[in-house]
């Protein structure tokens, strides 16, 4: 029961302390800001509310070929609406502009043509991603349960609450950074580690209760932005369109769910990549005892994973389907279009895939953490 309290007080202290930290809350409390301006702008910056609010009134119908004579009978042979009264089509001819490729005339297209021109486009990107024979018929299955043909809507309310939820992830980067960078530094930087390793419960309660403390600091803070920005954006928008197929805001998918389950599965991806990015951020602090250059190697390794998403040929698949699971390159709403699926006695998508990498990783992190933590010599002060 003594051991029991004393970790409770530890615990709280450790919270205490992150959450106290100047740096650590102005950061979050700008981020907090910026929520509502992003919820704002990630329509308003795109399309004016009584446009999208015409856009909406093709919503439900079929995307075959009456809509596409309707669309072809009040644009150009590219696709350009010439008349406002017809602004309605607008947001459909960039989704036929995307399909059949930018530029490309509208001259005797029909539904037809757009559904192969589609059907094209992926059996291009399953050539790129080097698919297996199991992989093919895995994805053959998934396109046989998409109802076709597309049920249209509005796509740009899918694309704020999707695009907002991805931009999330790199907030969280930021806030871990200067959350948890100090942690373990502090007492080092303080000179105070010679007294906490003495004591009593300074050592494996203490470091358990640094752990705990850190992930409960980054998943409320995660909740409260994830929460924030997707109340704002009901209240201000609503969620029309979100219901959907995801292929009408992503229209090379072969995955049979809607722009709100995708929603779904990436707020999952948010969390547990936050969590996986923390168990990192407090092995770092654990490392180097330096708030600074743990701030530095956080922000550093989640923007050289980015850049080396786009660097590494796929050709290295091993290497570059490992980096394409990672938090920095996964956390999007394209992950729909990874192709490329990972076999753990199963086929398993990128996003089922990489919440089991999470989990594992940060284990290893933080039980490896805890060895070094343990055998960690104090320096003469």
Avoid at 51 to 76: C, F, M, N, P, W
Avoid at 81 to 93: F, G, N, Q, R, V
Avoid at 242 to 261: A, C, E, K, R, W
């Amino acid at each position: 029961m003594r051991m029991s309290r004393c970790f409770g007080t530890l615990y709280k202290y450790e919270l205490k302390k992150i959450i106290g930290n100047k740096v650590a809350l102005i950061t979050f409390l700008i981020l907090f800001a910026f929520v509502f301006m992003q919820g704002e702008f990630e329509i308003r910056g795109n399309v004016e509310p009584a446009v999208l609010e015409q856009y909406k009134t093709l919503g439900g119908r079929e995307i075959d070929d009456r809509l596409i004579g309707e669309l072809l009978a009040v644009s150009d042979e590219y696709g350009r609406i010439a008349d406002e009264t017809d602004i309605a089509y607008e947001d459909l001819a960039g989704w036929v502009q995307n399909v059949i490729g930018y530029g490309v005339a509208y001259k005797d297209v029909d539904a037809a043509g757009v559904y192969e021109a589609r059907d094209l486009t992926i059996e291009e990107a399953h050539e790129m991603s080097k698919l297996s024979d199991g992989e093919e018929a895995f994805w053959t299955e998934k396109e046989s349960m998409v109802v076709k043909p597309f049920s249209y809507n509005q796509s740009l309310i899918a694309a704020g609450v999707l695009e907002g939820t991805s931009n999330l992830m790199i907030m969280m980067v930021v806030v871990i950074a200067t959350g948890l960078a100090s942690v373990f530094a502090m007492e080092t930087q303080r000179k105070t580690d010679p007294m906490i390793r003495a004591s009593l419960n300074g050592t494996g309660e203490l470091y358990f209760a640094k752990v705990l403390a850190g992930m409960s600091y980054i998943l409320g803070s995660v909740i409260i932005l994830l929460g924030t920005y997707y109340a704002y954006m009901y209240v201000r928008w609503g969620f029309d369109g979100m219901d959907s197929p995801v292929q009408i805001y992503l229209p090379f998918s072969q995955l049979p769910v809607t722009n709100g389950q995708l929603a779904g599965i990436l707020v999952i991806l948010v969390v547990l990549g936050s969590m996986f990015i923390s168990a990192f951020a407090l092995f770092v602090s654990n490392i180097t005892r330096n708030a600074l250059a743990a701030m530095a190697i956080i922000i550093c390794t989640h923007l050289g994973l980015f850049a080396l998403s786009t660097a590494v040929p796929v050709g290295l698949r091993a290497l570059s389907q490992f980096i394409s699971l990672m938090p920095a390159t996964l956390v999007s709403p394209r992950l729909v279009y990874e192709f490329r699926l990972v076999r753990l006695g199963r086929y398993l998508t990128c996003y089922q895939a990489a919440p089991i990498i999470y989990i594992a990783f940060s284990a290893i992190l933080l039980v490896f953490g805890y060895v070094l933590y343990m055998r960690h010599e104090i320096k003469n002060n």
